[in-house]
């Protein structure tokens, strides 16, 4: 996370960050937060992926993969302490740095220069948010696939497809037609 972090911190600091953010590590399969759950926590992904979804009617729908050099937050149940509408599930085993609430406001106050990566984190979830909204409001789901390929090719030989056809808002056999389409052109 130093690397990430651009702003300076001594040893003594950094030392002392530790202490609040712990390292831990997660088997695939592990459920970091549940809906319904308020989240006490937040995270950034040093290895593996964690997957965002939905349980609509029993139907999982995926909203986001937290590859690694992501901060994993449920924004509004972790500042607001409202009810989560998503699961956070690991779907590779993974590293995290984990901080609570209460941590990170302790740290707030000790380290007021860590307002402008609270600020920098916030930019960069709005922006995903947006991007995501956007690609399904103005594209088509062949589109999005070749979006897709585009800006986050890493998940695609990574995350299964039955996860990335709900990511895309299709189903596993309408992903295949359009893979066979692209892939043919």
């Known amino acids: 996370m130093r690397n990430y972090i651009s702003l300076e911190f001594s040893d003594a600091d ?3 960050l530790q202490e609040y953010i712990p ?40 909203a986001n993969f937290y590859t690694e050099n992501k901060f994993i937050t449920v924004f509004d149940s972790y500042t607001q302490k409202k009810p989560s509408e998503v699961y956070l599930e690991c779907i590779e085993d993974c590293t995290l740095a984990k901080i609570s609430f209460d941590s990170e406001q ?41 979006n897709l390929m585009e800006n986050r090719p890493e998940l695609l030989n990574r995350i299964p497809q039955y996860y990335l056809s709900s990511y895309l808002g299709v189903s596993p056999e309408s992903l295949s037609r359009i893979r066979k389409r692209i892939f043919s052109k």
Not at 27 to 48: A, V
């Open 14 to 16: 950094l030392l002392l």
């Open 23 to 62: 390292i831990v590590h997660y088997k695939k399969g592990s459920i970091l937060l549940k809906e319904g759950e308020i989240s006490k926590d937040s995270y950034f992904n040093f290895r593996g992926c964690v997957r965002m979804f939905y349980n609509i009617n029993g139907v999982e729908k995926t």
């Open 106 to 146: 302790e740290l707030l106050k000790k380290f007021p220069k860590l307002e402008v990566l609270s600020r920098l984190i916030l930019e960069e979830e709005l922006s995903t948010y947006q991007n995501i909204v956007a690609t399904f409001v103005s594209l088509s789901p062949e589109e999005r696939y070749v």
